[in-house]
């Protein structure tokens, strides 16, 4: 495992302008640069990366982190590889130091998963070329759909046999042939399990599946075998064909497991990569055997998706290595209707689309075995068309000249794909085109493709709000307890509300029927948020002394604002009861800090840890309190007059403070609830008792509001 001064020294080395700048176009706006977030269709730059901070945000998509983040999320690699991409980017050598338990065990657990789809991919290709009846089968399968053992190599194609041969045994009565079984060799998942391979590693990765009684039996048999790859070249699934008639389903893909997920998977990824990035271009087709077949004919910037209709996190996929995408589906009626599908989706992220219709008949694999690859060329560039024009031919197959309904449907088909084109100048000569195909006004198309945008703009903007507000919504727990809420000994006195300057915003959202505790836990995370806000942010900043004499802060000698903290936490026995926060909290009393007579720096080495963290939900929570630090509201413009440290002697106390107070109400909402259940019981005794300290937290309660509002 990379060692922790290796960490230090890449993000010492590490610019975060640079590492993005790799990948997406940046332009200086003052002290930060912003451009195009390249996690979903943006057509405006929302991105903003903070050079002094060393953090990125997207303002439309929400994503967020440091230059980690966007390594893992971006390339889709893991915490390692992305450390280990900037060690190599800054020629930085990498120190290894020992795994904690947990690391080596999630490491482990993720290689030995790869290991057995490795071993399985090397098993089938050897009985494709060793065992006879899977040579017999498999291999003349393959030879008789043209393809070479040179391509069946390079893309590690294998057969996947049954452990019983099938023996013809005459004819029955009527002619017809019959046939016996015999063990001819042992399953894979034998062989698997006599080699040492965990049987769970075997049935996590859809290699096997374990019967009611125990035994383990072949996920794959009878089936040609097409391996996966990731981007790095690890096969971590399989797509796998039966031949023949059968009842059984055609193909039979792997499931998502911690290595694979089918929706960011793409056929041939592996093999096409180079060729699609020195084109920035590449090839969209159906099939496993296309996909071969076309780079058998030297044309190898071509993938297909992996058993599922096109997704989005497959075209991003493809735009981290191309501009364009070309479309070559099959010429039947599903093929064209998959095809009517992409477009929409490739648009919106942002991409270029043409599509190729193929002659009557054929398919990317049939049309390729029966060509050079001088006339495939040729044919694609003769045949390629932007997307208006394909939706055009095809749609208006059906649809007679004089049909105004039929046409009126198709023209709203093309003007809602236009509306995914966000350049402009690029959508307004498709809007040109439309208008000449159908001889319709330029105007008003344009203004129709407007409102289409506008109104999918207003849902997006209404679903986000919707989130929104779903993650704002207070917690499902009654407000706190008023006079009004109590039984009727319940004592009345002086308002609980502290300052309105300082009041909570809404907590984060309970999820229904949930325990107390996590209610508790959704109604606090607001202000345990507020005060490790300060902690990570000024922790080591002296508090002036007055304000070590505020309610449990201690003996009144000159503390930091981290020993304040701790000191009021620890008096009352308060643990935070976000475990997140939490986590954040001890790790902060648990770090080694360095030494230096400038609290700041030291306070700017501890920001840094934990913006560099190697758990992203920390990284995530910086990110959030460093973006808010820069956000300006009308309070914070009142407050940009003082410097934010030179108030910490009373927003320090303030907010733990308020912490408690905020505690002390929830449990007197508890409390109250108790006490109608002892009323109803009849239970005097502990209505009495719970009466009691009721009116103890109150008069607590009273005392921390004056405080609160004397600061």
């Known amino acids: 495992m990379i060692s922790k001064a290796t960490i230090a020294r890449i993000m010492d080395a590490t610019l975060i302008e640079e590492v993005i700048g ?150 029955d009565a009527g002619g017809n042939p019959q046939y016996r079984y015999k063990k001819a060799r042992p399953s894979f998942s034998d062989v698997a399990l006599e080699k040492g391979y965990n049987a769970d590693y075997l049935v996590e990765t859809g290699l096997s599946f374990k019967k009611d009684d125990g035994r383990l039996v072949d996920m794959y048999y009878d089936r040609v075998v097409f391996p996966i790859y990731t981007i790095s070249g690890k096969v971590t699934a399989f797509s796998c064909r039966v031949l023949g008639s059968s009842d059984q389903a055609k193909y039979k893909n792997s499931p998502d497991s911690e290595i694979y997920h089918k929706s960011y998977a793409l056929y ?21 055997a296309d996909v071969v077949m076309m780079h058998q004919k030297g044309i190898e910037n071509v993938v297909a998706s992996c058993g599922t209709a096109l997704t989005s996190g497959q075209v991003l996929m493809i735009k981290r290595f191309a501009d364009t995408i070309t479309v070559i589906y099959d010429s039947d009626a599903a093929g064209i209707k998959a095809a009517l599908k992409a477009i929409n989706l490739i648009l919106q992220e942002n991409m270029k689309v043409n599509l190729v219709l193929l002659p009557e008949g054929e398919d990317p694999d049939s049309f390729a075995k029966a060509h050079e690859k001088d006339e495939i060329e040729d044919y694609i560039d003769a045949h390629s068309q932007d997307f208006v024009s394909y939706m055009e031919m095809i749609l208006m197959k059906d649809v007679g000249q004089n049909d105004i309904y039929g046409r009126h449907q198709v023209v709203n088909e093309i003007m809602r794909s236009i509306s995914y084109v966000s350049d402009e100048n690029l959508r307004g000569m498709f809007v040109q085109k439309l208008a000449r195909l159908f001889d319709m006004d330029e105007n008003k198309i344009t203004r129709q493709v407007g409102r289409i945008w506008r109104e999918r703009r207003d849902q997006q903007r209404a679903q986000k709000e919707r989130e929104a507000e779903r993650r704002e919504q207070p917690a499902a727990v009654p407000p706190p307890p008023s006079a009004e809420d109590a039984p009727d000994e319940y004592p009345s006195g002086e308002s609980m509300t502290p300052d309105p300057d300082y009041a909570p915003v809404q907590a984060e959202p309970a999820a229904p029927e949930k325990s107390s505790a996590v209610q508790a836990f959704s109604y606090l995370s607001q202000f345990e948020k507020e005060i490790l806000s300060l902690l990570v942010r000024f922790g080591e900043a002296p508090l002036p002394d007055e304000s070590s004499m505020m309610y449990g802060a201690g003996l009144g000698r000159s503390v930091t604002v981290a020993q304040y903290i701790k000191d009021s936490m620890d008096n009352d026995e308060l643990v935070f009861t976000c475990p997140l926060y939490k986590q954040i909290y001890d790790e902060y009393f648990s770090i080694e800090k360095p030494y230096s007579e400038d609290w700041e720096e030291v306070q700017g080495s501890i920001t840094k840890y934990f913006t560099f963290h190697s758990d992203q939900e920390i990284v995530r929570f910086m990110t959030d309190i460093l973006d808010e630090d820069q956000l300006l509201t009308s309070r914070k413009l009142r407050e940009s007059l003082t410097p934010e440290v030179h108030t910490l002697g009373k927003s320090v106390p303030k907010a733990v403070l308020t912490y408690k107070l905020r505690l002390l109400e929830h449990t007197c909402t508890e409390i109250i609830a108790g006490i109608k259940a002892a009323e109803k019981a009849g239970d005097e005794a502990a209505k009495s008792e719970a009466l009691n300290q009721l009116v103890i937290i109150n008069s607590v309660k009273l005392a921390l509001t004056k405080e609160i509002n004397s600061l």
């Open 268 to 288: 041939g990824f592996y093999q096409a990569k180079n060729a699609i990035a020195a084109r920035r271009s590449c090839i969209l087709v159906e099939g496993n």
């Open 22 to 171: 790799d990948f997406v176009t940046l332009k200086r706006r003052g002290s930060n640069y912003s451009g195009l977030c390249p996690f979903h269709a943006d057509n405006n730059p929302s991105m903003n990366v903070s050079s002094t901070r060393q953090i990125f945000k997207c303002f439309a998509c929400g994503k967020a982190g440091n230059v980690i983040t966007f390594l893992m999320e971006h390339e889709h690699i893991s915490y390692p590889e992305a450390l280990r991409y900037l060690a190599n980017r800054y020629n930085i050598e990498i120190e290894e130091k020992e795994e904690t338990p947990e690391e080596a065990a999630q490491r482990m657990h993720t290689e030995s998963l790869t290991i057995v789809t490795e071993f399985a991919q090397k098993y089938y290709s050897e009985m494709l070329y060793n065992d006879e009846m899977s040579s017999r089968i498999g291999l003349n399968y393959f030879y008789s759909r043209g393809f070479t053992d040179e391509i069946i190599k390079k893309f590690g194609l294998g057969y996947a046999p049954s452990s019983l041969d099938r023996i013809p045994n005459g004819m």
